[in-house]
């Protein structure tokens, strides 16, 4: 059985593909978003992305010891959104060190 680790990571591989596949789905379709800007719904669902792109950062600022680190993923989240979500979950957790409990992953010790 792959361990909690291995587990994870593969998560992130398919949350990334989908992401992927959605976007090139996305893309390859007419613009649509005369009148978007109006909807309710929209505007509700757009603030609800960047709430919750501004908490994950807060989560990554905890564990970033660089200031410089914590501005480039803050950038990073604020143009790319969950595709930055899930690189630096992924980069975060193979750079944990073996043995940690996930508990330590997610509280946001420092990941040096």
């Known amino acids: ?3 909690k680790r291995a587990r ?11 992401l992927t596949g959605l976007l ?6 007419e613009s649509s978003f005369e009148g978007l800007w109006q909807d309710a719904w929209f505007q509700l669902t ?17 564990r970033e010891t660089s200031c410089w ?10 143009l790319l959104g969950n595709f930055a979500s899930v690189a630096y979950l992924a980069q975060a957790l193979l ?5 940690r409990s996930v508990a330590d992953f997610l509280v946001g ?3 040096n």
């Open 8 to 18: 994870f990571l593969a998560l992130l591989a398919v949350l990334a593909v989908a």
């Open 95 to 99: 750079r944990e060190k073996p043995g």
């Open 24 to 29: 090139i789905k996305a893309g390859l379709q």
């Open 1 to 3: 059985m792959l361990n």
């Open 69 to 78: 680190s914590r501005l480039g993923w803050l950038l990073a989240l604020a």
């Open 46 to 62: 757009l603030l609800d992305v960047y709430v919750g792109v501004l908490l994950f950062w807060l989560w990554v600022a905890v």
């Open 109 to 111: 010790y420092p990941a």
